[in-house]
Nanobody
Framework: QVQLVESGGGLVQAGGSLRLSCAAS????????MAWFRQVPGKEREFVAA????????YYKESVKGRFTISRDNAKNTVNLQMNSLKPEDTAVYYC???????????????WGQGTQVTVSS
């Protein structure tokens, strides 16, 4: 079994930055894609960013392009999300997810973290 543990959330003022990290532990881990999602109460969880583990190709939600950067550290089994120029509408619980094959294109993932709260004050 694989465990994903997020860290780095917190409270920040609009225009500020935060860096989220997600560490994978457990059995030998070789994901196809790792991604970040976010969710606010009463709304569906939404895709934020993803990275292909093998070649580092990245994918972003349109509204975070140019502000967020997803990166990976293959040796440490870690994926990071650098969030700059944060806006109040970025406030959400952020979740890390891992897909072991191409199912991620259907928004299906094999493992999820517990989430970390990000709050952006205006």
């Amino acid at each position: 079994q694989v465990q994903l543990v997020e860290s780095g959330g917190g409270l920040v003022q609009a225009g500020g930055s935060l860096r989220l990290s997600c560490a994978a532990s457990g059995r030998t881990f070789s994901p196809y894609v790792m991604a970040w999602f976010r969710q606010v109460p009463g709304k569906e969880r939404e895709f934020v960013a993803a990275i292909r583990w093998s070649n580092g190709n990245t994918y972003y939600k349109e509204s975070v392009k140019g502000r967020f950067t997803i990166s990976r550290d293959n040796a440490k089994n870690t994926v990071n999300l650098q969030m700059n120029s944060l806006k109040p509408e970025d406030t959400a619980v952020y979740y890390c997810a891992a897909a072991l094959d191409s199912k991620w294109t259907r928004n299906e993932y094999d493992y999820w973290g517990q989430g970390t709260q990000v709050t952006v004050s205006s």
